[in-house]
Each structure stands twice: as C-alpha cells, then as structure tokens.
C-alpha cells in the first residue's frame, strides 16, 4: 500500500487533483488557498517546498517564484539549501510561504529567525504546521504545534500575527485512512481508479466541508495555517 500511495502521489502532487485525495488535504487546501490569495505577492519564497505541490498557486500570485528545499524532489526547484543557514541576503523577500516544514527541524526558533530575516520590513510569513498527524518523514519528525506555541515563536522574533486558522479537525482527519485505501489499492487499474477517483472525491468535499463548518474552532484542528507580518 505504501509503494502504490508513493506513485499515487507521486503523479499528482503539483496539480490541483492532488488536493482531492483525501479529507485531511482538502482541508488544508481549502484554507491555505484562500490565505496565498489573500497575502502571497511580490517576490515570494517556498521554503521547504519539497515537491512543490503549491507552486501551481504561488506562481499565480508572484511576481517573481524561488523555491528551497534540502533535497531535489522535483527537478523545477530553484535552489538547495537548509533552512537552518539561510542561503540569501536579509530582508528580499516580500513573502515566505513555509508549509508542513518547522515539524521536521530540530531547532525550529532558528529556522523562525532565518526566515523573518529574509523577509522585507512589513513583508508576509504565511507558515502552517500539524496539530495532530500520523509519523511522517521519519525519522525527521520532531514536533506536533499548538496557536499558543506559534504565537510564542513568532512573537519573539519580531512578527505580528494576522490572522490564524484551524484547517481540518479530528474529524476529517479519521476518514482520511478510507480514502488513502481505496485509492491505494485501485490506483493503477484502468477505468476502475479514474471512477473511484472522481467518486472519493466527491466524499472528500464533503466530508471537508462539513469539518470545517461544524469544528471550524474545534480544539483537536488537524493543522493551523497562520499570517504574519515582520514588524521588527
């Protein structure tokens, strides 16, 4: 199950069907497009971007698009690096976009630091990390995060947060097993993945939309996608 999820995503991550696979995505995708279309502009960095699986939005927004990542997963990426030593001058970046990321670092304060030190006086962090998630990465997979502990870490190295939002509940996040089988096991199969695909999509909107209308505030979110803006 684990290969044929890697070649799943492997295919999709980059497009929008991506965000369709299950409930956990969706809901992040949900919140996190309407941040990047409401603050992602000018000069933007993905840092840590991976496999660039929102570049396809950023670059929309962006006047100019630079990614970072210690790996080369995609072969589009700008630049290898580690966000622990910031390989840019201070202060060129109008946006930083940081998903999923501060998770897998040991020392998430100096990559928090690096970060507001790569941003433009009044420039925009928009930084999401898990609340509850399965193990992912590992070993690399250090912290769960809670709004009070980002609001400590942004608040002492000179940001401002805008806004913050819970993106998904525990409740989406328990169907997300249903749909990583179903796909898991039919992808790879003529006709036969292409109808579940289109059908699990379906009840992943669903699903999605009734976590976030119902556990909008809910204190088990499954990630939080927050704003913020360097003020010092």
Request: positive net charge; hydrophobic residues 45%; aromatic residues 16%.
């Amino acid at each position: 199950m684990k290969y044929r999820w890697q070649k799943l995503t492997d295919e999709l991550i980059g497009k929008k069907g991506y965000f369709f696979i299950d409930t956990t995505i969706h809901s992040f995708f949900i919140v996190i497009k309407k941040y990047i279309e409401k603050y992602a502009k000018g000069i933007v960095l993905d840092a840590g971007a991976g496999r660039l699986a929102l570049k396809f939005l950023l670059t929309k927004r962006a006047c100019v698009y630079y990614s970072i990542d210690r790996h080369i997963a995609r072969k589009e990426l700008s630049s290898i690096g580690d966000l622990n030593k910031m390989p840019f001058k201070e202060k060129i970046f109008d946006t930083i976009v940081c998903l999923q990321v501060i998770e897998h670092t040991p020392t998430p304060e100096i990559v928090i630091k690096n970060l507001a030190d790569s941003l433009k006086d009044k420039g925009i962090l928009i930084l999401s990390a898990p609340h509850i998630s399965y193990l992912h990465g590992e070993p690399e997979d250090y912290y769960r995060y809670t709004k009070y502990g980002l609001f400590y870490m942004l608040n002492k190295y000179g940001f401002r947060v805008l806004e913050i939002n819970a993106a998904g509940s525990i409740f989406s996040f328990l169907f997300t097993p249903i749909s990583d089988f179903i796909l898991s096991y039919t992808y790879g199969i003529p006709i036969v993945f292409q109808i579940t695909f289109f059908l699990n999509s379906l009840f992943v909107q669903i699903i999605s939309r009734i976590d976030l209308f119902l556990f909008k505030n809910s204190i088990m979110p499954a990630n939080y996608i927050l704003a913020a803006e360097r003020i010092r």
